[in-house]
């Protein structure tokens, strides 16, 4: 049992800088991601016969390299390739004969993965399966679409990247800047993923709300001048701040504006405001800078025991107007709605296409609530309805059920 154990977690911990250190030398994704399957059976029958190795993830990248040799072999690879897999045995037995501290190529692997003949959209999507190891129905959740849809679209990814041999190389420093924004992309949505996961017993993504942030710390020693870093270090680290403050002792939700501002770390509020000040002195204004600083208007709540509606709907606007995601247009009518009105904030709900909201659980949960103060009760608990069974957190349906029950 206990090595069975063993091998999940490093499968949970390990998939990702497994993948990502391969893929820099053999750039076959298909190939290595077999490869790595292949090695964590390996282990499932070897390790409860011989032991678990001092070096699970040097075990397992070895056996995934030479199952990587043998398919080269099989497939009789021309003979230009056959230094790079004299090599790449050298380096697994370096690793594996020394103590060697295993590499974290996960970033590199990200900026790989923003290939130009690789479709911007997908990016995101790429990296967070590849390099990060989540699912394709949790990727899909995160875009608001159908999991067979998200995972027909990385097939066709990973086909194109095959029939095309795409060659990953890292880029120069002149073209970082404009592959930025999909890395940090991927590392909201990685710490989105892992951030809705965090109350769930057991689950195999409740660390990866702090591999998001080492990933962040990492991204800033790479591009230490780049504003959107810092404002998204600032983003995650006030939303981590306030990690225990969202459930009650029973495990009942509690919404950000009802929470015990005084269960909020201080010393996380404070770090994010230094990212959040570096990020304005460093020049330029973007979106994970505006959603900081919406987080960072909430986080003074801890010592005024307000909160500035008025200037939260404002930094909405700013963010509406260089990114309207979905997000950004529920989280403006929220705003408007505490300093406007709740009939300032449907209308600006109502205005969003219906087609773009069918799946977006924080807009029906927010229209319920809306409704419930214009006493349109209907509206209301049909609302209610639709975000209760969009809500993937046992809590968080709960805390639905019992607003819609108070009608």
Not at 76 to 96: K, W, Y
Not at 160 to 188: C, H, M, N, Q
Not at 234 to 247: D, P, Q, V
Request: hydrophobic share 45%; charged share 25%.
């Amino acid at each position: 049992m206990e090595t069975h154990q063993i091998i999940e977690e490093t499968a949970r911990n390990a998939y990702g800088r497994l993948l990502s250190f391969l893929t820099v030398n053999w750039r076959d994704l298909q190939a290595i991601e077999d490869a790595i399957g292949d090695a964590f059976l390996a282990a499932l029958e070897t390790w409860p016969k011989v032991g678990i190795p001092d070096m699970p993830e040097a075990w397992l990248l070895t056996t995934a390299r030479r199952r990587l040799i043998d398919r080269a072999r099989r497939t009789r690879i021309s003979e230009m390739a056959l230094p790079t897999l004299l090599a790449m045995s050298e380096d697994t037995q370096r690793l594996t004969s020394s103590s060697y501290t295993f590499p974290d190529e996960r970033l590199r692997m990200m900026f790989l993965c923003t290939h130009p003949a690789i479709d911007p959209g997908m990016r995101t999507p790429l990296m967070l399966q590849t390099v990060l190891g989540i699912d394709a129905a949790r990727i899909a959740s995160a875009f608001i679409i159908k999991p067979s849809t998200m995972s027909q679209r990385l097939t066709r990814l990973k086909a194109k990247i095959r029939a095309e041999r795409l060659t990953f190389e890292t880029p120069g420093s002149e073209e970082i800047p404009d592959r930025l924004d999909s890395v940090l992309e991927t590392i909201y949505a990685a710490y989105g993923s892992g951030w809705e996961e965090a109350a769930i017993v057991d689950s195999p993504r409740k660390s990866l709300a702090e591999e998001a942030i080492y990933l962040g710390r990492l991204l800033l020693q790479f591009v230490p001048r780049e504003p959107e870093v810092y404002g998204l270090l600032a983003l995650m680290l006030h939303c981590e701040a306030r990690r225990e403050a969202r459930h009650d002792d029973k495990g009942n939700y509690i919404p950000l504006t009802e929470q015990n501002c005084t269960l909020w770390k201080q010393g996380l509020i404070m770090e994010a405001e230094d990212y959040l000040r570096a990020a304005s002195q460093a020049g330029g204004i973007g979106r994970f800078q505006l959603m900081a600083a919406i987080q960072s208007v909430h986080a003074q709540r801890l010592w005024t025991g307000r909160i500035e509606w008025e200037a939260i709907a404002q930094l909405y606007e700013g963010l509406v107007r260089i990114n309207p995601t979905l997000g950004a247009l529920v989280g403006r009518a929220a705003a408007v709605a505490e300093v406007y009105g709740s009939e300032h904030g449907v209308i600006l709900l109502e205005a969003i296409p219906s087609a773009d909201v069918v799946a977006y659980q924080p807009y029906w949960a927010l229209a319920g609530h809306l409704y419930k103060r214009l006493e349109r009760k209907e509206e209301a608990r049909s609302a209610y309805s639709r975000a209760i069974g969009l809500s993937t957190e046992v809590s968080i349906r709960q805390f639905l059920s019992r607003q819609a029950s108070e009608i």
